[in-house]
């Protein structure tokens, strides 16, 4: 998990625990894909799961999607086919067949 995730909370003493609403990465892209054409740009922040969320992604919905950012500390989060630029610990994907606007 990243610094500012879970562990940090118990770290700090918040150990009463929390309830959280959780949902997959497909149901949430479908439900904004069924009110517009594509996303220019998806923001991952999954707290270290980052790579397995953007696995996750089916076909069908990154062809929608024009460039994703995430923080990628393990250097794993790829798309096959798109290109990949890293900064510091942010990934930048940029899908070449929808370039963002």
Same mark, same amino acid.
């Given at each position: 998990? %990243?610094? %500012? %995730?879970? =562990?940090?909370? @118990?770290?700090?003493?918040?150990?009463?625990?929390?309830?959280?609403?959780?949902?997959?990465? =497909?149901? $949430?892209?479908?439900?904004?894909?069924?009110?517009?054409?594509?996303?220019?740009? @998806?923001? @991952?922040?999954?707290?270290?799961?980052?790579?397995?969320?953007?696995?996750?992604? /089916? &076909?069908?919905?990154? $062809? /929608?999607?024009?460039?994703?950012?995430?923080?990628?500390?393990?250097?794993?989060?790829?798309? $096959?086919?798109?290109? /990949? /630029?890293?900064?510091?610990?942010?990934?930048? @994907?940029?899908? &070449? $067949?929808?370039?963002?606007?």
């Amino acid at each position: 998990m %990243g610094r %500012g %995730g879970l =562990n940090a909370l @118990l770290e700090r003493g918040f150990d009463e625990g929390i309830q959280v609403t959780v949902e997959h990465v =497909n149901d $949430a892209l479908d439900r904004v894909l069924a009110e517009h054409d594509r996303i220019d740009v @998806l923001k @991952l922040d999954t707290e270290g799961s980052e790579a397995a969320t953007v696995r996750a992604i /089916r &076909p069908d919905i990154l $062809a /929608r999607i024009g460039r994703i950012y995430c923080e990628d500390e393990t250097d794993e989060v790829r798309v $096959a086919g798109w290109d /990949r /630029r890293v900064s510091c610990d942010t990934t930048r @994907l940029d899908n &070449p $067949a929808q370039p963002a606007t």
